[in-house]
C-alpha cells in the first residue's frame, strides 16, 4: 500500500481553467503538507494542516485553495490556471512535531501542465 | 533567516568513485537535517537524517555528519553505482505552530556513467 498517495499523477489542462489535485495517507499522521517543485527543480512548501487546521499558508496565491476534508486527506484546488503554475506539486505527512526532526513522507509528485 | 546551500551541479562521475555533495545551513535554533533523493520521474525518498549536532546519518552506503561548528551536512558515499544517479535534495526543518516545513536546498543531480 502506498502511504502518500496522490491523483492525479500527470494533468495537462488549459489556462483558466480550475483544477484539483488529490492526496490521501494511510499512516495515520497528523500533519500533511502540499510542497511546489518549478521547473528548475526548486522545492517550497505552499501549505500545512494540522488535524485540518491550516498551520503553514507561504505567500501562495489565492486561487490556490488547500481543503482538508478529514486528517486523512488534503486536496489542492486551484482556480483560473496560469502557464506559471506549470510545476510538479508533492503531498507529503508527518506525525505532529513534539520534538523536532519527524521524518515527512512525500508522495510521488503530481505533474501539472498548464498550455 | 533559514537557509540550505548545496553545491551546484551536475555532478558526473564513474561507477565506483567517490562521492561527496555539500551542503551548508543557516538557521535559526537547532534544526534537524535531511537528505532527499528523488530518482528519475519519481517523487522525493529519505536518505538520511540527523537530528543534532554530532550525530551521523546513514543508509544504502550513504552517510552524512551533523557539523554545528562548520555548519554542514555533507553527503557522501565510498563507492557511487549507475543506479545512484539521481537528484539529491538537502533539508533543514524548522518548526511552525503544530507543524513543521522543511527548507530545501536548490539540489544537486548526479549521473554515474558505467
Known amino acids: 500500500d502506498t502511504a502518500v498517495s496522490q491523483t492525479p499523477k500527470y494533468l495537462v489542462t488549459q489556462m483558466g481553467n480550475d483544477k484539483s489535485i488529490k492526496c490521501e495517507q494511510n499512516l495515520g499522521h497528523d500533519t500533511m503538507y502540499w510542497y511546489k517543485q518549478d521547473s528548475k527543480k526548486f522545492l517550497k512548501i505552499m501549505f500545512s494542516y494540522n488535524n485540518k487546521e491550516l498551520i503553514i499558508n507561504e505567500t501562495v496565491p489565492n486561487r490556490f485553495s488547500p481543503k482538508s476534508p478529514d486528517k486523512a486527506h488534503l486536496n489542492l484546488h486551484i482556480n483560473s490556471l496560469e502557464l506559471g503554475d506549470s510545476a510538479v506539486y508533492f503531498c507529503?505527512?508527518?506525525?505532529?512535531?513534539?520534538?523536532?526532526?519527524?521524518?515527512?513522507?512525500f508522495g510521488e509528485g503530481s505533474w501539472l501542465t498548464v498550455v | 533567516g533559514n537557509s540550505v546551500t548545496q553545491m551546484e551541479g551536475p555532478v558526473t562521475l564513474s561507477e565506483e568513485a567517490f562521492l561527496t555533495i555539500n551542503c551548508t545551513y543557516t538557521a535559526t535554533g537547532y534544526p534537524s537535517l535531511f537528505w532527499y533523493v528523488q530518482y528519475p520521474g519519481e517523487g522525493l525518498q529519505l536518505l538520511l537524517k540527523?537530528?543534532?549536532?554530532?550525530d551521523k546519518g546513514s543508509n544504502k552506503g550513504f552517510e552524512a555528519t551533523y557539523r554545528k561548528e562548520t555548519t554542514s551536512f555533507h553527503l557522501e558515499k565510498g563507492s557511487v553505482q549507475v543506479s545512484d544517479s539521481a537528484v539529491y535534495f538537502c533539508a533543514l526543518s524548522v518548526r511552525v505552530g503544530g507543524s513543521e516545513k522543511l527548507v530545501f536546498g536548490k539540489g544537486t543531480k548526479l549521473t554515474v556513467n558505467p
Open positions: 540527523a537530528t543534532k549536532a554530532d
Open positions: 507529503a505527512s508527518s506525525q505532529e512535531p513534539r520534538i523536532s526532526g519527524n521524518t515527512i513522507y
